[in-house]
């Protein structure tokens, strides 16, 4: 095959944008097209098109620096990669495609050229944040709009000694609360570092779909270290990411790297000998802890998404020798059970026994682990609040109301 001309890509490089080129594969944003690109103050957006992405927030284009990446799955790149990763083009393919948008002929001039990728950059140092920004959500934001937790509460979930763990179990995993109603789950690593923290809104009491992560309003999604990089614009209303930043000494993307981790790898140094139980989601470790309680010898943790699990990142458990036990959702399985066998590590195993033995239809086709266990608890707990006895025995009911009554615990 002939080979391209050194100063052909040279000039095909210099003319490709990054955002011109990702808009021609994604399209632009709009109500019609949600998976197109959208411009974000000096940056653009998209719902990542290399990961299974269900709100946006993750992949940012970055025109300066004319590259993309993903702050979940990891992928990352410049206009080759993204055509090579995306449209699934050889390397010089993805020369010729762009040498075609931009009028520049590629295979009519003499050629004489070998694959030399551009040396990476230096990385920049991982972000760290201020375990006072952490406490600060946990301790002095009011909790009231958070409907995550206000779910959690509610007593009819959990038997006695349950209700009092849940208090311990959201401060063990700092879970905070925004001004605006978001969950916060801070991603703190293994040494105690704060990488970033994810925030999500759930649905509000009355909704049908309460207790789940609510997918219709707006800024229901963000990332800390990405709110941080932005201002808010009074006129538009929103949150734009031109600079100056508001918080340059704490967080500057062009000199530090937000780089994720597990929710809840902190408490591997708190508990050093238990089996790290690796669920998807965030509310599935916290629920799961509430449920049983032994960090010990169980500590959940949540990878927030499958293709979060990497062997870089599970480095610091590898290291550590840990038993590593993987629960995937039900519908998850096949590809929880591929990705383990492609991470190799001869003291990591499945249970598929909660989403799929012990699953019931009510659970959901798409129950995990915290579904199953939370539904077999409701049925098996013993009557602690006279709601539960109205609810268990109705023909009580009328004695209950008319003799006030109430359990002495
Ligand atoms: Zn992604």
Request: hydrophobic fraction near 35%; proline fraction near 8%.
């Amino acid at each position: 095959m002939a080979k391209i001309d050194e100063l052909i890509i040279e000039k095909i490089m210099d003319a490709a944008k990054i955002e011109e080129v990702i808009s021609d594969c994604l399209g632009t944003y709009s109500r019609d097209n949600p998976h197109g690109l959208k411009k974000c103050g000096v940056r653009y957006k998209a719902l990542c098109p290399f990961h299974d992405d269900k709100s946006m927030g993750s992949f940012i284009v970055y025109p300066k620096g004319n590259c993309y990446k993903c702050f979940s799955c990891g992928a990352k790149g410049g206009v080759i990669e993204f055509l090579m990763e995306h449209e699934k083009l050889s390397y010089p393919d993805a020369l010729r495609w762009l040498g075609k948008k931009y009028s520049i002929p590629v295979d009519d001039v003499p050629v004489n050229w070998t694959y030399t990728p551009k040396p990476a950059p230096p990385p920049l140092p991982t972000l760290e944040l201020p375990m006072s920004m952490v406490l600060r959500t946990q301790y002095a934001a009011t909790p009231e709009n958070d409907n995550l937790i206000r779910w959690i509460g509610e007593a009819n979930k959990w038997d006695s000694v349950q209700r009092k763990r849940i208090p311990l179990s959201l401060a063990d995993y700092h879970v905070g609360h925004s001004k605006k109603g978001h969950t916060i789950f801070w991603q703190i690593d293994e040494a105690g570092r704060v990488r970033t923290g994810k925030m999500m809104k759930y649905y509000p009491p009355g909704h049908a779909k309460y207790g789940h992560r609510d997918q219709d309003s707006s800024w229901n999604f963000d990332f800390i270290h990405s709110v941080l990089s932005k201002h808010w614009d009074p006129e538009l209303r929103e949150f734009t990411d031109e600079p100056p930043y508001p918080y340059p000494n704490i967080y500057n993307p062009d000199k530090q790297e937000a780089r994720l981790t597990f929710f809840g790898m902190h408490l591997t140094q708190q508990y050093r000998r238990a089996t790290i139980k690796l669920v998807e989601s965030e509310k599935t470790a916290v629920l799961m802890s509430i449920a049983y309680g032994n960090n010990q010898q169980d500590l959940w943790i949540a990878c927030g998404g499958l293709e979060m699990i990497t062997r870089e990142r599970l480095k610091p458990l590898i290291d550590q020798g840990r038993h590593i036990i993987l629960y995937p959702d039900r519908d998850g399985v096949e590809k929880w059970k591929a990705k383990m066998a492609a991470i190799n590590y001869d003291r990591m195993s499945i249970d598929t026994d909660p989403v799929l033995k012990w699953w019931r239809p009510e659970d959901g086709p798409k129950a995990d682990i915290a579904d199953v266990v939370l539904r077999m608890i409701n049925n098996s707990k013993p009557l602690t609040n006279i709601d539960d006895v109205a609810d268990k025995m109705p023909n009580v009911k009328p004695l209950i109301d008319k003799l006030d009554l109430e359990i002495d615990q």
